[in-house]
C-alpha cells in the first residue's frame, strides 16, 4: 500500500513511514517487554531471595557461634548468665531456619533441600545431643574432663559448621546456575536491540532513499527544464508524491499563463507595430480617397471582416455619403440612415457598437446590419465632431471579440485623425487660393492653374479659352452705395458667374471688380457663346430690393482669347484676352470683344 501508485501527500507518505518505523519499534519493546521484563522481575526476586537467605544464613551462623560461646563460657565458668544467654540464643535460631527454608532457590533440587534439613538436624543434635548432657553434668559441678568436653562440643559443633558452609555452597551452584539462564535472556535482549535499531536504521534509511527519489529526481526535472527555458510539461498520473505533483502541475499551468501572456503581449506588440506603420502611411497621405482606401485595407487585412462601409459625414447637413463602396443615389434612396445620421446608434452616442445580428438589441439598420454574424459601427470622432462612421461585418456572431474591436478602434481613430488634417490641410489650401470676399478662386490660383491647364491643353492638342471681364462702371457704383453695398454686388456677380459655368471651368477674381473664366477644351466659338450668354445673365440679374433702388441692374465688358485660334502661347493668351477687355470698354461697354477682332497681328 506504501509503494503503490496511487498519488499520496509527503505528509502521508511521512506519517506511513514513521508510523511503520514507531509501530516496529514498539512490538520490538513489547516483546523485549514480554520476554525480558519476566526474566528481570525474576532475577529481582531472586536477588531479594538471595540477600534474604544471606542474611539469614549470617544470622543462624552469628546466632549459634555466640550460643556456642555461651556454652563454652558456662561450661568453664558455670554462670548461669551464659545459660540463661544459652538458652535465649537457641530459640533465636528458629526464625534464621525458616527465612533460610523460605527463600530456597527457584532451581534448589532435593539435594540441595536436603542439605537445608541435614543442616537443621545437624544443630538440632548438636543442642541436644552435645550440648544439653554437658549443661546437665555442669548444673552438677564443674566438669571433671572439661576440655575433654570442649572438645566434644567442638567437634559436633564443626559438623553443623560444614553443614552450613555446603549449604551455602549448593545454593550458591543453584544461583550461578539461575544467573547465567539471565545473563543469557539478557544477551538475548540486548542482541534484539542492536538488531532491531539496525533493522530500524536500515529501514529509515532505504524510506528516506526512497522518499527522496520521488521528490528530488522530479525536482530536478523541473529546475532542469526551468534551466533550459522551453517549457515546462503536463505532469503525468503516476506521480507518487502529492506535494511534488501539485507543484509540477502549478509551474505547468503558470507557465502555459505565462506563456498565453507572452503571445498576448506579441500580438499587442505587432498590433502596435501595425498600427503605428499605418498611422505614418495615413499621415504621409494628403488625399481623402487614398486615406480611405488605405483604412478599408488594413481593415480587411487586421480584423478580417467579412464586409465594410466607410460613410463619411458632411460638414453641412445631417445625413451620411457612402464613400467606401460607392452607392448610387437609387440605393442611398432606400437607406433613411443615409439622410438622417441620427437614426444610428453609434453616431448618435459617439461611442462604438458591435453586436451579433441576432441578438435582442441589435440595430435594425438594413445598411450596417447582416442577415446573420455580427456587425460594429465605429464612428469617426476628432475634436468633438463626427466625420464619418466606419461599419464593419462578419459572418460568425462572435467575431468581434474585444482584440479586434481594440484594432479595428485604433486603426479608425488613426485614419480619422490623419483624415482631420487632410480636411484642414485642404480647407486652409482652400482658404489660400479663395478670394474672402466673394468664394471664387483668387489670382494666385490663377497665376498656379493657368500654366498647368494650358499645357495639358497643348499636349493633348485641345483647345482652351479665357475670359477676362469686368463690371461697368463698379467704382461709380461703389461710390453711390459705399463699399458695403460695393461688396455685396461683387458677391453677386461671382455667384452668378459660379452658377452659370461648366463644372470643370474656373471662376477667378482677377482683381478689384475685375475677374476670369479659364475654359479648358473650348474653343472661341464656345467661348464667345458663353460670353454673350453670361453677359446677357448678369444684365437681368436683380440686385436684392431694400439695399439699391428698384430696377438698378450693372453690366460687364468681356475680353476672349483663345489658343490655338488666336495664339499658342499662354502669355499671349492673357494679353490678348486683357487688350479685347480694355477695347471692350473702349467701345462703351457691355458687350464683348474677342481677340480675333482686335484689328492687330496677333502673336504667334
Known amino acids: 500500500m506504501l509503494f503503490s501508485r496511487r498519488t499520496r501527500s509527503l505528509r502521508t507518505y511521512l506519517f506511513l513511514g514513521l508510523g511503520s518505523l514507531g509501530l516496529a519499534f514498539l512490538l520490538v519493546s513489547l ?86 534439613d541435614r543442616l537443621a538436624f545437624l544443630i538440632t543434635q548438636w543442642q541436644d545431643k552435645a550440648a544439653v548432657p ?15 568436653a570442649l572438645t566434644q562440643e567442638n567437634r559436633a559443633f564443626g559438623a553443623v559448621k560444614a553443614a552450613s558452609a555446603q549449604l551455602t555452597r549448593l545454593l550458591d551452584a543453584r544461583d550461578e546456575e539461575r544467573f547465567q539462564g539471565i545473563e543469557g535472556t539478557l544477551a538475548y535482549a540486548r542482541w534484539l536491540g542492536y538488531s532491531t535499531e539496525t533493522g530500524l536504521f536500515i529501514t529509515a534509511l532505504l524510506f528516506a532513499r526512497w522518499l527522496l527519489l520521488r521528490v528530488s529526481v522530479p525536482l530536478a526535472d523541473l529546475a532542469e527544464q526551468a534551466r533550459a527555458g522551453d517549457g515546462y510539461s503536463e505532469p503525468g498520473e503516476n506521480q507518487p508524491v502529492k506535494e511534488v505533483e501539485i507543484l509540477g502541475r502549478a509551474l505547468f499551468e503558470l507557465d502555459v499563463r505565462n506563456r498565453e501572456r507572452e503571445s498576448l503581449l506579441r500580438r499587442e506588440h505587432d498590433e502596435a507595430l501595425a498600427t503605428r506603420a499605418f498611422e505614418e502611411l495615413v499621415q504621409r497621405l494628403t488625399r481623402e480617397d487614398d486615406l480611405l482606401a488605405a483604412l478599408d485595407q488594413a481593415l480587411a487585412r487586421q480584423v478580417q471582416s467579412s464586409a465594410q462601409r466607410i460613410l463619411l459625414h458632411p460638414d453641412e447637413g445631417q445625413g451620411l455619403v457612402p464613400a467606401l463602396p460607392a452607392m448610387t443615389a437609387e440605393e442611398a434612396a432606400r437607406h433613411p440612415v443615409l439622410a438622417e445620421a441620427d437614426h444610428c446608434r453609434a453616431f448618435r452616442q459617439s461611442t462604438p457598437v458591435s453586436l451579433a445580428s441576432d441578438a435582442a438589441t441589435a440595430c435594425v439598420c438594413p445598411l450596417g446590419v447582416p442577415q446573420g454574424g455580427a456587425y460594429a459601427c465605429l464612428p469617426m470622432v476628432a475634436s468633438g465632431r463626427i466625420l464619418g462612421l466606419v461599419n464593419l461585418q462578419a459572418r460568425n456572431p462572435g467575431h468581434w471579440t474585444p482584440e479586434r474591436l481594440r484594432i479595428a478602434t485604433a486603426l479608425v481613430g488613426a485614419a480619422t485623425s490623419a483624415f482631420q488634417g487632410i480636411r484642414a490641410l485642404d480647407l486652409a489650401r482652400e482658404r489660400a487660393l479663395r478670394d474672402g470676399l466673394t468664394g471664387v478662386f483668387n489670382r494666385r490660383f490663377l497665376d498656379e492653374f493657368l500654366p498647368k491647364t494650358f499645357d495639358q491643353c497643348q499636349r493633348n492638342g485641345l483647345p482652351f479659352s479665357l475670359l477676362m471681364m469686368d463690371i461697368d462702371h463698379f467704382k461709380a457704383f461703389n461710390d453711390e452705395f459705399g463699399h458695403e453695398g460695393g461688396d455685396q454686388v461683387l458677391r453677386l456677380f461671382a455667384q452668378c458667374l459660379q452658377a452659370h459655368v461648366r463644372s470643370g471651368d474656373v471662376v477667378a477674381r482677377y482683381g478689384g471688380e475685375e475677374f476670369a473664366i479659364l475654359l479648358p477644351h473650348a474653343g472661341a466659338a464656345f467661348a464667345l457663346a458663353l460670353a454673350e450668354r453670361l453677359r446677357i445673365i448678369v444684365q437681368a440679374l436683380e440686385l436684392p430690393e431694400g439695399a439699391f433702388p428698384p430696377g438698378r441692374h450693372i453690366t460687364m465688358s468681356v475680353g476672349l482669347a483663345s489658343y490655338p485660334e488666336h495664339t499658342r502661347s499662354q502669355e499671349a493668351l492673357i494679353t490678348l484676352a486683357d487688350q479685347a477687355l480694355y477695347q471692350a470698354k473702349g467701345q462703351g461697354r457691355n458687350r464683348t470683344v474677342s481677340a480675333g477682332a482686335l484689328g492687330t497681328e496677333l502673336p504667334a
Do not use: C, W
Not at 528458629?94 to 523460605?102: C, F, I, S, V, Y
Not at 554437658?134 to 575433654?148: A, F, V
Open 31 to 116: 516483546e523485549l517487554r514480554n520476554f525480558v521484563h519476566p526474566q528481570l522481575v525474576e532475577e529481582v526476586n531472586a536477588q531479594g531471595r538471595s540477600l534474604v537467605r544471606y542474611r539469614a544464613q549470617q544470622e543462624l551462623l552469628v546466632v549459634l557461634l555466640e550460643q556456642e560461646a555461651d556454652l563454652r563460657s558456662f561450661l568453664g565458668s558455670g554462670d548461669q548468665a551464659y545459660l540463661e544467654a544459652y538458652a535465649t540464643r537457641g530459640r533465636n535460631t528458629e526464625e534464621p531456619l525458616r527465612a533460610l527454608r523460605g527463600n530456597l532457590p527457584e532451581n534448589a533440587g532435593p539435594a540441595d533441600r536436603g542439605q537445608m
Open 134 to 148: 554437658l549443661i546437665r553434668q555442669r548444673l552438677q559441678g564443674p566438669l571433671k574432663d572439661l576440655q575433654g
